[in-house]
Protein backbone atom coordinates (compact mmCIF):
# COMPACT_ATOMS: atom_id res chain seq x y z
CA UNK A 1 0.00 0.00 0.00
CA UNK A 2 1.13 3.10 -0.70
CA UNK A 3 2.31 5.57 1.78
CA UNK A 4 0.16 8.59 2.59
CA UNK A 5 2.99 11.10 0.67
CA UNK A 6 2.38 9.64 -2.10
CA UNK A 7 -1.42 11.17 -2.67
CA UNK A 8 -2.45 14.98 -2.41
CA UNK A 9 -3.43 15.99 0.97
CA UNK A 10 -7.05 17.05 1.43
CA UNK A 11 -7.75 20.86 1.50
CA UNK A 12 -9.51 23.04 3.99
CA UNK A 13 -12.36 26.22 2.95
CA UNK A 14 -10.42 28.87 3.79
CA UNK A 15 -11.85 32.52 5.24
CA UNK A 16 -13.22 35.08 2.48
CA UNK A 17 -10.91 37.85 2.07
CA UNK A 18 -11.41 41.22 3.97
CA UNK A 19 -12.26 44.31 2.07
CA UNK A 20 -9.50 45.96 3.55
CA UNK A 21 -7.02 43.36 2.08
CA UNK A 22 -8.85 42.87 -0.92
CA UNK A 23 -8.26 46.89 -1.54
CA UNK A 24 -4.54 45.97 -0.85
CA UNK A 25 -4.12 43.12 -2.64
CA UNK A 26 -6.81 44.84 -5.83
CA UNK A 27 -8.88 41.85 -5.15
CA UNK A 28 -12.75 41.46 -5.43
CA UNK A 29 -13.86 41.71 -2.03
CA UNK A 30 -15.16 38.06 -0.08
CA UNK A 31 -13.31 36.23 -2.23
CA UNK A 32 -11.10 33.14 -1.52
CA UNK A 33 -7.75 32.30 -3.35
CA UNK A 34 -6.90 28.76 -4.87
CA UNK A 35 -4.17 27.43 -7.27
CA UNK A 36 -6.18 24.98 -9.23
CA UNK A 37 -4.42 22.59 -11.82
CA UNK A 38 -7.02 20.30 -13.03
CA UNK A 39 -8.86 22.40 -16.48
CA UNK A 40 -11.68 19.97 -15.50
CA UNK A 41 -12.31 21.63 -12.12
CA UNK A 42 -11.63 25.17 -13.91
CA UNK A 43 -14.63 23.85 -16.05
CA UNK A 44 -16.54 23.01 -13.46
CA UNK A 45 -16.31 26.18 -11.47
CA UNK A 46 -17.39 27.74 -15.33
CA UNK A 47 -13.94 29.74 -14.76
CA UNK A 48 -11.67 30.88 -17.70
CA UNK A 49 -8.91 29.01 -18.08
CA UNK A 50 -5.55 31.10 -17.30
CA UNK A 51 -1.98 30.34 -17.50
CA UNK A 52 -1.15 31.58 -13.83
CA UNK A 53 -3.66 28.74 -12.91
CA UNK A 54 -4.46 31.29 -9.81
CA UNK A 55 -8.24 31.97 -9.47
CA UNK A 56 -10.68 34.02 -7.22
CA UNK A 57 -13.32 32.39 -5.82
CA UNK A 58 -16.63 33.14 -4.90
CA UNK A 59 -17.87 31.43 -1.44
CA UNK A 60 -20.20 29.14 -3.40
CA UNK A 61 -17.16 28.37 -6.28
CA UNK A 62 -14.63 28.08 -3.17
CA UNK A 63 -17.12 25.01 -1.36
CA UNK A 64 -17.67 23.46 -4.58
CA UNK A 65 -14.11 23.26 -5.14
CA UNK A 66 -12.95 22.11 -1.82
CA UNK A 67 -15.53 19.34 -2.45
CA UNK A 68 -14.63 18.36 -5.64
CA UNK A 69 -10.68 18.09 -4.50
CA UNK A 70 -11.40 16.07 -1.49
CA UNK A 71 -13.51 13.55 -3.47
CA UNK A 72 -10.72 13.34 -5.44
CA UNK A 73 -8.78 12.17 -2.68
CA UNK A 74 -10.95 9.88 -1.18
CA UNK A 75 -11.59 8.12 -4.81
CA UNK A 76 -7.69 7.52 -5.23
CA UNK A 77 -7.17 6.18 -2.03
CA UNK A 78 -10.25 3.74 -2.20
CA UNK A 79 -9.25 2.85 -5.55
CA UNK A 80 -5.72 2.60 -5.44
CA UNK A 81 -5.68 -1.23 -3.98
CA UNK A 82 -8.65 -1.99 -5.91
CA UNK A 83 -6.40 -4.80 -8.47
CA UNK A 84 -3.98 -7.10 -6.69
CA UNK A 85 -0.50 -7.00 -7.06
CA UNK A 86 1.65 -8.30 -10.21
CA UNK A 87 1.82 -12.10 -10.32
CA UNK A 88 0.70 -13.30 -7.42
CA UNK A 89 0.69 -17.11 -6.28
CA UNK A 90 -2.30 -18.65 -6.52
CA UNK A 91 -4.15 -19.97 -2.97
CA UNK A 92 -5.07 -22.99 -5.05
CA UNK A 93 -1.24 -24.04 -5.27
CA UNK A 94 0.14 -26.49 -2.66
CA UNK A 95 3.03 -24.77 -1.54
CA UNK A 96 4.76 -21.11 -2.45
CA UNK A 97 6.71 -21.28 -5.21
CA UNK A 98 9.22 -18.33 -6.07
CA UNK A 99 7.89 -16.04 -8.62
CA UNK A 100 10.34 -13.75 -11.29
CA UNK A 101 11.80 -10.60 -9.76
CA UNK A 102 9.98 -8.06 -11.54
CA UNK A 103 11.26 -4.59 -11.26
CA UNK A 104 8.84 -1.63 -12.01
CA UNK A 105 10.99 1.90 -12.96
CA UNK A 106 10.36 5.12 -13.79
CA UNK A 107 13.40 7.92 -15.30
CA UNK A 108 13.40 11.83 -14.46
CA UNK A 109 15.59 13.52 -16.56
CA UNK A 110 17.37 16.82 -16.81
CA UNK A 111 16.54 18.91 -19.98
CA UNK A 112 19.62 20.14 -22.05
CA UNK A 113 20.70 23.93 -21.64
CA UNK A 114 21.38 25.27 -24.90
CA UNK A 115 22.27 28.21 -27.00
CA UNK A 116 19.20 29.68 -29.96
CA UNK A 117 18.49 31.96 -32.11
CA UNK A 118 14.92 31.74 -31.43
CA UNK A 119 12.00 29.38 -30.50
CA UNK A 120 9.50 27.31 -32.80
CA UNK A 121 8.88 23.93 -34.31
CA UNK A 122 11.15 23.98 -37.09
CA UNK A 123 14.53 25.27 -34.78
CA UNK A 124 17.32 23.25 -35.78
CA UNK A 125 19.45 22.53 -32.86
CA UNK A 126 23.00 20.58 -32.96
CA UNK A 127 25.62 19.23 -30.66
CA UNK A 128 27.37 23.14 -31.23
CA UNK A 129 24.63 24.54 -29.54
CA UNK A 130 24.28 22.71 -26.21
CA UNK A 131 25.71 24.05 -23.39
CA UNK A 132 25.21 21.39 -20.35
CA UNK A 133 23.86 17.75 -21.35
CA UNK A 134 20.93 16.51 -19.95
CA UNK A 135 21.15 14.21 -17.18
CA UNK A 136 19.29 11.69 -15.15
CA UNK A 137 18.09 13.96 -11.87
CA UNK A 138 16.49 10.62 -10.47
CA UNK A 139 15.46 7.21 -10.94
CA UNK A 140 12.46 5.41 -9.00
CA UNK A 141 12.27 1.94 -8.69
CA UNK A 142 9.59 -0.77 -6.76
CA UNK A 143 9.89 -4.51 -6.80
CA UNK A 144 6.93 -6.51 -7.30
CA UNK A 145 7.15 -8.37 -3.88
CA UNK A 146 7.44 -5.50 -2.03
CA UNK A 147 5.65 -2.49 -0.59
CA UNK A 148 7.56 0.35 -1.26
CA UNK A 149 8.94 2.15 -3.63
CA UNK A 150 12.79 3.76 -3.40
CA UNK A 151 14.55 6.17 -5.44
CA UNK A 152 18.25 7.06 -6.36
CA UNK A 153 18.62 11.01 -6.58
CA UNK A 154 21.57 12.40 -8.30
CA UNK A 155 24.73 14.34 -6.45
CA UNK A 156 24.05 18.33 -6.19
CA UNK A 157 27.82 19.01 -5.59
CA UNK A 158 27.94 18.08 -9.30
CA UNK A 159 25.26 20.82 -10.43
CA UNK A 160 24.76 19.89 -14.31
CA UNK A 161 28.00 18.32 -14.81
CA UNK A 162 28.13 15.30 -16.72
CA UNK A 163 29.19 13.31 -13.16
CA UNK A 164 26.24 14.33 -11.23
CA UNK A 165 24.11 11.09 -12.11
CA UNK A 166 27.15 8.83 -12.13
CA UNK A 167 26.66 7.17 -8.38
CA UNK A 168 22.68 6.82 -9.48
CA UNK A 169 24.00 4.69 -12.74
CA UNK A 170 26.37 2.56 -10.40
CA UNK A 171 23.32 1.85 -7.73
CA UNK A 172 20.34 0.99 -10.10
CA UNK A 173 22.46 -0.51 -12.79
CA UNK A 174 23.01 -3.98 -10.96
CA UNK A 175 18.99 -4.22 -9.99
CA UNK A 176 18.61 -3.83 -13.66
CA UNK A 177 20.95 -6.95 -13.69
CA UNK A 178 18.98 -8.75 -10.84
CA UNK A 179 15.31 -8.43 -12.06
CA UNK A 180 14.12 -11.26 -14.31
CA UNK A 181 12.14 -9.06 -15.93
CA UNK A 182 11.58 -5.18 -15.97
CA UNK A 183 8.55 -2.68 -16.45
CA UNK A 184 8.03 0.88 -17.73
CA UNK A 185 5.89 3.22 -19.34
CA UNK A 186 7.43 4.13 -22.89
CA UNK A 187 10.47 2.13 -21.51
CA UNK A 188 11.67 1.08 -25.13
CA UNK A 189 12.17 4.00 -26.78
CA UNK A 190 13.03 6.52 -23.38
CA UNK A 191 13.91 5.14 -19.52
CA UNK A 192 16.27 2.59 -20.70
CA UNK A 193 17.41 3.96 -23.71
CA UNK A 194 18.56 7.00 -21.23
CA UNK A 195 19.96 4.29 -18.90
CA UNK A 196 22.29 3.25 -21.38
CA UNK A 197 23.37 6.25 -22.95
CA UNK A 198 24.58 7.78 -19.41
CA UNK A 199 25.99 4.30 -18.72
CA UNK A 200 28.19 4.78 -21.88
CA UNK A 201 29.25 7.80 -21.02
CA UNK A 202 30.43 7.06 -17.63
CA UNK A 203 32.08 3.86 -18.36
CA UNK A 204 29.60 1.50 -16.48
CA UNK A 205 28.49 -2.03 -18.19
CA UNK A 206 24.65 -2.94 -19.10
CA UNK A 207 23.62 -6.03 -20.43
CA UNK A 208 21.77 -5.58 -23.66
CA UNK A 209 19.15 -8.56 -23.25
CA UNK A 210 16.74 -7.00 -20.59
CA UNK A 211 13.22 -8.49 -20.79
CA UNK A 212 11.06 -5.58 -20.61
CA UNK A 213 7.42 -4.92 -20.90
CA UNK A 214 6.59 -1.61 -21.87
CA UNK A 215 2.99 -0.63 -20.64
CA UNK A 216 2.65 2.05 -23.35
CA UNK A 217 3.14 -0.92 -26.16
CA UNK A 218 0.92 -3.00 -24.62
CA UNK A 219 -1.80 -0.61 -24.56
CA UNK A 220 -0.79 0.39 -28.19
CA UNK A 221 -0.82 -3.59 -29.11
CA UNK A 222 -3.70 -5.05 -27.50
CA UNK A 223 -6.33 -2.22 -27.04
CA UNK A 224 -7.49 0.52 -28.84
CA UNK A 225 -7.65 3.82 -25.59
CA UNK A 226 -8.22 6.80 -26.73
CA UNK A 227 -5.07 8.08 -24.63
CA UNK A 228 -1.90 5.37 -24.32
CA UNK A 229 -0.54 8.30 -21.60
CA UNK A 230 0.18 6.28 -17.54
CA UNK A 231 -1.90 9.21 -16.20
CA UNK A 232 -4.76 8.57 -18.82
CA UNK A 233 -4.55 5.05 -18.42
CA UNK A 234 -4.81 5.24 -14.66
CA UNK A 235 -7.46 7.48 -14.33
CA UNK A 236 -9.78 5.28 -17.61
CA UNK A 237 -9.34 2.30 -15.27
CA UNK A 238 -9.91 3.78 -11.45
CA UNK A 239 -6.86 3.50 -10.56
CA UNK A 240 -5.58 7.26 -9.07
CA UNK A 241 -3.89 9.69 -11.40
CA UNK A 242 -0.40 11.59 -11.77
CA UNK A 243 0.51 14.54 -9.26
CA UNK A 244 0.50 17.74 -11.68
CA UNK A 245 4.04 18.94 -12.43
CA UNK A 246 5.04 21.79 -14.65
CA UNK A 247 8.68 22.73 -17.14
CA UNK A 248 9.23 24.80 -14.30
CA UNK A 249 9.46 22.20 -11.63
CA UNK A 250 12.31 20.81 -13.50
CA UNK A 251 14.09 23.97 -13.66
CA UNK A 252 13.87 24.49 -10.07
CA UNK A 253 15.30 21.14 -9.29
CA UNK A 254 18.35 21.99 -11.69
CA UNK A 255 18.54 25.65 -9.62
CA UNK A 256 18.37 24.18 -6.17
CA UNK A 257 14.90 26.13 -5.46
CA UNK A 258 14.69 24.54 -1.77
CA UNK A 259 11.50 21.79 -1.83
CA UNK A 260 11.94 21.26 -5.48
CA UNK A 261 13.77 17.98 -5.80
CA UNK A 262 11.46 16.57 -2.93
CA UNK A 263 8.42 16.87 -5.21
CA UNK A 264 10.24 16.11 -7.83
CA UNK A 265 10.77 12.55 -5.86
CA UNK A 266 7.32 12.39 -4.87
CA UNK A 267 6.19 13.00 -8.28
CA UNK A 268 8.02 9.87 -9.60
CA UNK A 269 7.58 7.51 -6.57
CA UNK A 270 3.98 8.11 -7.71
CA UNK A 271 4.56 7.25 -11.36
CA UNK A 272 5.87 3.81 -10.17
CA UNK A 273 3.06 2.75 -7.89
CA UNK A 274 0.86 3.86 -10.86
CA UNK A 275 2.88 2.03 -12.98
CA UNK A 276 2.57 -1.09 -11.41
CA UNK A 277 -0.85 -1.17 -11.17
CA UNK A 278 -1.61 -0.17 -14.39
CA UNK A 279 0.71 -3.22 -15.72
CA UNK A 280 -1.31 -5.78 -13.29
CA UNK A 281 -4.86 -4.32 -15.07
CA UNK A 282 -3.56 -4.59 -18.29
CA UNK A 283 -1.29 -8.20 -17.63
CA UNK A 284 -4.05 -11.27 -17.54
CA UNK A 285 -5.03 -10.10 -20.98
CA UNK A 286 -1.58 -10.09 -22.97
CA UNK A 287 1.02 -12.48 -23.82
CA UNK A 288 3.55 -13.04 -20.66
CA UNK A 289 6.51 -11.87 -20.79
CA UNK A 290 7.76 -14.55 -18.68
CA UNK A 291 6.92 -18.08 -18.01
CA UNK A 292 6.46 -17.85 -13.92
CA UNK A 293 6.19 -21.43 -13.59
CA UNK A 294 9.60 -22.27 -15.18
CA UNK A 295 11.24 -20.22 -11.66
CA UNK A 296 9.99 -23.54 -9.65
CA UNK A 297 12.35 -26.21 -10.14
CA UNK A 298 9.45 -28.30 -10.90
CA UNK A 299 7.62 -26.27 -12.63
CA UNK A 300 6.25 -27.33 -16.34
CA UNK A 301 5.78 -25.80 -19.70
CA UNK A 302 1.95 -26.07 -19.22
CA UNK A 303 1.43 -24.56 -16.11
CA UNK A 304 0.19 -21.52 -15.98
CA UNK A 305 2.45 -19.05 -17.05
CA UNK A 306 0.93 -16.33 -14.99
CA UNK A 307 0.11 -17.26 -11.79
CA UNK A 308 2.15 -20.80 -12.12
CA UNK A 309 -0.61 -22.93 -10.91
CA UNK A 310 -1.13 -26.76 -12.27
CA UNK A 311 -4.49 -26.91 -12.78
CA UNK A 312 -4.30 -26.06 -16.35
CA UNK A 313 -6.72 -27.75 -19.06
CA UNK A 314 -6.85 -28.08 -22.62
CA UNK A 315 -9.41 -25.23 -24.86
CA UNK A 316 -8.76 -25.68 -28.12
CA UNK A 317 -5.78 -25.96 -30.99
CA UNK A 318 -4.65 -23.67 -33.56
CA UNK A 319 -2.22 -24.79 -36.89
CA UNK A 320 -0.22 -22.62 -38.69
CA UNK A 321 -0.18 -23.28 -42.86
CA UNK A 322 3.02 -25.32 -42.36
CA UNK A 323 1.19 -27.79 -40.23
CA UNK A 324 3.23 -26.87 -37.06
CA UNK A 325 -0.13 -27.54 -34.35
CA UNK A 326 -0.51 -25.30 -30.87
CA UNK A 327 -2.44 -26.50 -28.11
CA UNK A 328 -4.24 -23.53 -27.14
CA UNK A 329 -4.71 -24.10 -22.99
CA UNK A 330 -6.73 -22.08 -20.13
CA UNK A 331 -5.57 -21.80 -16.44
CA UNK A 332 -8.76 -22.84 -13.99
CA UNK A 333 -7.53 -20.43 -10.90
CA UNK A 334 -6.84 -17.14 -13.03
CA UNK A 335 -8.07 -17.15 -16.54
CA UNK A 336 -5.27 -16.96 -18.23
CA UNK A 337 -5.24 -18.34 -21.72
CA UNK A 338 -1.70 -20.08 -23.23
CA UNK A 339 -0.39 -22.16 -26.00
CA UNK A 340 1.76 -25.32 -25.98
CA UNK A 341 3.75 -27.26 -28.17
CA UNK A 342 1.55 -30.40 -29.22
CA UNK A 343 4.85 -32.47 -27.60
CA UNK A 344 4.57 -30.78 -24.22
CA UNK A 345 0.36 -31.76 -24.38
CA UNK A 346 1.02 -35.43 -25.18
CA UNK A 347 3.83 -35.47 -21.97
CA UNK A 348 1.23 -33.67 -19.69
CA UNK A 349 -1.71 -35.98 -20.95
CA UNK A 350 1.30 -38.91 -20.06
CA UNK A 351 1.85 -37.46 -16.57
CA UNK A 352 -1.72 -37.30 -15.93
CA UNK A 353 -2.74 -40.74 -16.72
CA UNK A 354 0.39 -41.46 -14.50
CA UNK A 355 -1.09 -39.54 -11.47
CA UNK A 356 -4.47 -41.25 -12.05
CA UNK A 357 -3.02 -45.02 -12.20
CA UNK A 358 -1.45 -44.16 -8.68
CA UNK A 359 -4.61 -42.63 -7.19
CA UNK A 360 -6.53 -45.88 -8.72
CA UNK A 361 -3.83 -48.46 -6.92
CA UNK A 362 -3.87 -46.27 -3.55
CA UNK A 363 -7.54 -46.36 -3.77
CA UNK A 364 -7.80 -50.38 -4.20
CA UNK A 365 -5.16 -50.45 -1.20
CA UNK A 366 -7.49 -48.95 1.08
CA UNK A 367 -10.55 -50.97 0.45
CA UNK A 368 -8.56 -54.04 0.46
Known amino acids: MANKEHYK???????????????????APN????????????????LKLRRSENYSLTMDQAKKWVNYHNQRVDDNRKNFNKYPSALQNTQNSA???????????DVEVAPAKVYTWGSGWDIRITDE????????????????????????????????????????????????????????HYGDKFDIKKIRTRALLHGIMMRHDYQQDDTKKIASKY???????????????????????????????????????????TYG????????????VMNPYTKQKVHAAMYHPLGKKYDCPRCESDKTERVGMRTTSAGTAKIRMQCTCCNHGF???????????EEDSLEQQIKDRQELNKNS
Open 129 to 184: NIITDWAIMSIHYKWSNEDTVKNFVWDYEYGMDTGCDRRVLEQFVPLLNQADYIVA
Open 223 to 265: FKFDDNRLNALGRRFGIGFKDDMKFKDWINVMEHVPGAIEKMV
Open 95 to 105: EPKPSPRVLYY
Open 339 to 349: EISNRDWLRKV
Open 9 to 27: YKIKLREPISDEKARRLKQ
Open 269 to 280: DRDVYLLEHVHT
Open 31 to 46: TVRYQITDPLAVELLG
